[in-house]
């Protein structure tokens, strides 16, 4: 069964700073990987997606993610924080099964960005 | 409206009651999806729905129960709910449920059962 371990409940960061967040995943198979944002008070929104194509994924508002298959790993970054980002993000991963494409998340990132 | 929809966004209710959530995408896809998000845990998957039929169902408790009438709407029927079952509840929909469609989530109903 694939999982996501993502490493940090909460980040903190001053603005302007660079933005790190971790996600190693597990799975037996090939893996499609998935960062999500959740501001207050809303669902989920996609900022990113790797489908086996390009390692180096590029999402929206400035944000990237680079696969690596022998650290297992799906880290989200950005070069310069900014207030907007004050967000809980979420990485997941899929695997399709008989019972369709399933995503399974990790427990979530809390990012506080600070002046 | 755009997207997906869910109302109502919050909802008190007791343990006794019988009460309904409602998802609605407008997005033309053809899979719909319902997601329980409780504080410190991962998003659990609890049904998943292709062309109006179940396709998963995520060893989920009988007092929950779905009903997808059509592509375009999702319900979540509630009954004899246990205080435990506090949570958002998100929907979501994508393209297919077989592939790496994105799943577009609504915005979710936070749901208090006292």
């Known amino acids: 069964a694939q999982s996501v371990t993502q490493l940090g409940s909460h980040v903190s960061v001053s603005e302007g700073a660079l933005v790190l967040l971790r996600c190693n995943y597990s799975s037996s198979v090939p893996p499609y990987l998935f960062w999500y944002v959740q501001y207050p008070n809303q669902g989920l929104q996609l900022l990113l997606k790797?489908?086996?194509?390009?390692?180096l994924v590029k999402g929206i508002n400035g944000f990237e993610a680079e696969f690596k298959k022998s650290e297992t790993s799906f880290h989200l970054t950005k070069p310069s924080a900014h207030m907007s980002d004050a967000a809980e993000y979420f990485c997941a991963v899929s695997v399709l099964t008989g019972g369709g494409n399933k995503l399974t998340f990790g427990t979530g990132t809390q990012l506080k960005v600070e002046l | 409206e755009t997207g997906v929809t869910q109302t109502p966004r919050h909802l008190v209710m007791g343990m006794t009651n019988k009460k309904s959530l409602k998802c609605e995408q407008h997005?033309?896809?053809?899979?719909m999806y319902w997601y329980k998000q409780s504080a410190k845990k991962p998003l659990e998957l609890m049904f998943v729905?292709?062309?109006?039929?179940?396709?998963e169902n995520n060893s989920v408790p009988s007092r929950f129960s779905p009903e997808c009438p059509n592509s375009s709407h999702l319900f979540l029927h509630l009954h004899t709910l246990q205080p435990e079952d506090s949570a958002l509840y998100l929907c979501a929909s994508s393209q297919e449920a077989w592939g790496t469609d994105t799943q577009y989530f609504g915005p979710g109903t936070r749901l208090t059962v006292l």
């Open positions: 790797y489908t086996s194509a390009a390692t």
């Open positions: 729905y292709s062309l109006e039929e179940r396709v």
């Open positions: 997005l033309g896809h053809n899979a």
